[in-house]
Every structure is written in C-alpha cells, then in structure tokens.
C-alpha cells in the first residue's frame, strides 16, 4: 500500500489528508497526533515499526493543520486562550474526532485501533467513547481528562508557548526546537537535526496560518471541558502510556485518565517527557501491537455496569 498523501472531503466540508502504509488486510490503527502537529511527526521509523508487526496504519492531519482544511473562523485571542474562554464560534474534540471518523469511514473501515498522543490522545478518547462498537483498542500517550486539577503544564512551560512567535520557517525551527528541548524530560535529549527537520517539513506542508491553528485547537480542548464522566462510558481495551517528567502534560494527567477509564492499564517510562524519541519508538510500538494483539486473543471490551 501507497504511503502517499490522499485526501479525505467529509460530509461537514472539511478536507482531511491522510497517508496510509502497510496491508489492507491487516488490521487498521490509526495515529491522531497532538496540537499543532501534522501527520509527518509519527515518523517513518515509528509507522514502519507497526507495519512490520502487521498493522494497517493510517496516519492523518487534523483539522488546522498540515495539508487539511484550516478553519476560517478567526482565531481567540491570547487572553481568551490564558483564561480559558472560547469564542462562540469555537469547534470542538467531538467534531475533530468525527473528522478522524470520517476518514476512516471514507476508506471503508469498520473496526480499527485508536492511538493518539497528546490531544491526539483526547481526540482518541472521545472516539472511544461514542464508537464503542468500532473501536477495538484504545492508546493514549501523555494525554489528559481535561479536568483542570491534573494534567496542566508547568508554569515554565506556559512562559515558553506565550513568548513563541510562529511568522516564519526560521522562527517555527528555532521556536519547536526550544520547546521540545524543554520537554522531551531528563533521559532523552532530543536530535536536533532530527527535530529541524520535522519543524521545517510541518512548517512546509502547512495550508494555512501556523498560529491561528494552534490557537484554535487549544480553543477545542478548552470547550470540551472536563471528560472524565464521559471516559468512564469507555469500554474498549485501553493502554495509557506517559513519562514521570512531561512539562506539557503533567504526569498526573496520565494517572487521571487511567483511573477514569475501567480496566485501563498504565505504564509510566522513566525519565521520558512529551516526546517520542528514536530510542523509545521500539518499546512504544510494541507495547501498542502487544495491546492490540490481545484484543484478538480474548481480551475484548469490558462490561458497564
């Protein structure tokens, strides 16, 4: 199968593009990556990786950003995104996680495996929820509830986002390789040319303004609120993976999460951030094909009470 770039027209009007890699006939995972990330940061190592233990996988951008539809509503302004007050106008993770659903349903897919990382995660999460019957396995990478007491990054954090200009390729270099940096946690010192590249390629595909998308993603998490009644009504097989020194998404985003959906399993990697680093893609996509395998193997959704 093709990895080349195809595009989806759902039924909302939105354009979503997508590549897909490996067999047909074997089961599909799909990869939702996180906020301002296009498809390209689930790499070619970490896409093989679960081809090469018999996937399907379908990687995609989400809305506002890459090569799919950019919102023309005008963006919330910093203030509103500090205060957490979203513009009337605001779309939502649910109408995101209907796009991911559209692109599967556009490929003819009925049953698939969800792994999102990181808002990718929160978009997963709320697939899990209203799909229960498609939705063979669930796993969710440094992501979060929504509540507000847990999963919030840390004020150093914060200072690094407000104070990144995104005008320019060079700026949208310089600006993820400081944040990345700071975040990648204390055993995995990034590559920087690695990193470059992958900002300078996001930076490239881009079919709209960098910035106005990222503001209007973090507008759709801050609309959605707190999830966590709405993860308990998860029933499908699920995986939570986090480090113990993400500065993105606070650890205990991760504990929240696995204590909200039943039967999750979790598993915390020492000294990782919020970043997949060349070293971990190995152990990561393992542990997801070893989570999907045993939903084949007899380990299939739980019972709600």
């Known amino acids: 199968m093709s990895d080349a770039e195809q595009y989806a027209t759902l039924s909302s009007g939105t354009t979503i593009c997508f590549r897909e890699s490996g067999d047909e006939a074997d089961p599909a995972i799909l990869l939702i990556a996180g906020l301002g990330e296009d498809l390209t940061v689930w790499t070619d190592s970490f896409v093989g990786s679960l081809v090469a233990q018999s996937f399907r996988v ?66 997963a999460q709320t697939i899990a929820a209203a799909e229960p019957q498609r939705v063979l396995s669930l796993t969710s990478i440094y992501s979060t509830t929504g509540a507000r007491d847990v999963g919030q990054p840390a004020l150093s954090t914060i200072r690094l986002l407000v104070a990144a200009p995104l005008k320019n390729r060079t700026s949208a270099v310089r600006n993820h390789l400081r944040i990345t940096r700071h975040i990648a946690g204390t055993a995995y010192p990034i590559d920087d040319a690695e990193e470059a590249a992958i900002a300078a390629g996001g930076w490239d595909r881009s079919a709209g303004d960098v910035a ?70 190995d152990p990561i996509t393992q542990y997801i094909a070893q989570h999907a395998d045993r939903v084949s193997e007899g380990g299939n959704h739980v019972e709600i009470a």
């Open 212 to 281: 106005a998308g990222v503001a209007r993603q973090i507008q759709a998490i801050q609309c959605s609120g707190d999830r966590t009644a709405q993860l308990s009504r998860i029933t499908a097989p699920t995986l939570i993976i986090n480090g113990d020194r993400d500065l993105m998404v606070n650890p205990s985003g991760g504990s929240a999460t696995a204590n909200a959906i039943r039967s999750a399993q979790h598993v915390v990697i020492p000294g990782m951030g919020h970043h997949i680093p060349q070293a971990l893609v």
């Open 58 to 123: 379908i990687a995609m951008d989400n809305r506002d950003v890459g090569q799919s539809t950019f919102a023309t509503t005008p963006a919330p302004s910093l203030w509103r995104q500090v205060i957490g007050h979203p513009r009337s106008d605001a779309y939502s993770l649910a109408d995101m996680a209907s796009d991911c659903v559209g692109v599967l349903d556009h490929l003819g897919i009925a049953q698939f495996h969800l792994v999102g990382r990181s808002m990718g995660g929160m978009i």
